[in-house]
């Protein structure tokens, strides 16, 4: 992913409107450009962090960054779940959305968003920290279907469940310990299916304000499916029981 480094050119990046996947800052970066940067991050819900000089440096490969540096991403992120819950008003179709929670490796990311391109899903959901940036690996992964997959991302996944909820979707999250399996699961209806964390899986708080918890049946020493293969189960799923 390309790197943008020091003050000016991240304003500059900012103002033309190049898209930017993350802005890291010095703990002690002052001044009126980096009040300006923080503003226009804000603005365009770009996620930003205070770092450690000598972490802004690796990232900077030791050039002078002035206290910024800035990744180029290749994802315009939507701020507001509307407008992905829209997109399904406009095709007359139950809204179909992914929450992807924490998902951290690119490669998972990238083929979680192919599969969901595949199976007709309306809009993914991304936390704005703790999750994949969506880089230049994840269009390859993803055979450039992110590029075309409506996302947005959002500061408090909690929150956002609770707002689908208002708007009659009902959230759907996998657990190995659920009494229901995933295929006995009626999908036609406006779902969210969450799909947690390659390690932990879904967050307890997230899994508490689930509607649905689903199961998928293993059989051998393994407890649990990689969590692309996992979600790619459930969406073609929710594909197969909307076409019944």
Known sequence: MNVIVGRKPVLDALQSGIILERIFLAHNARGETIDTILQLARQKNIP???????????????????????????KEFSSDINELLELAKKKNEKPFLIIFDEIEDVHNLGALIRTAVCAGAHGGIVPKHHNAPVNET???????????????????????????????????????NAEQNYSDMDFDM?????????????RRLIKEKCDFLVKIPMKGNFESLNASVAGALVMYEVMRKRRK
């Open 48 to 74: 930003f962090k205070i770092t450690s000089h000598s972490q802004l440096q690796k990232y900077s490969q030791h050039q002078n960054s002035q206290g910024v540096v800035a990744f180029i991403g290749t």
């Open 190 to 202: 406006p779902v969210a299916i969450i799909v947690g964390n390659e390690g932990k899986g879904i």
């Open 138 to 176: 994840v269009v390859k992964t993803s055979a450039g279907a992110s590029l075309q997959f409506p996302m947005a991302r959002v500061t408090n996944i909690a929150q956002t469940i609770d707002e689908l909820k208002d708007a009659g979707v009902w959230i759907v999250g996998t657990e190995m």
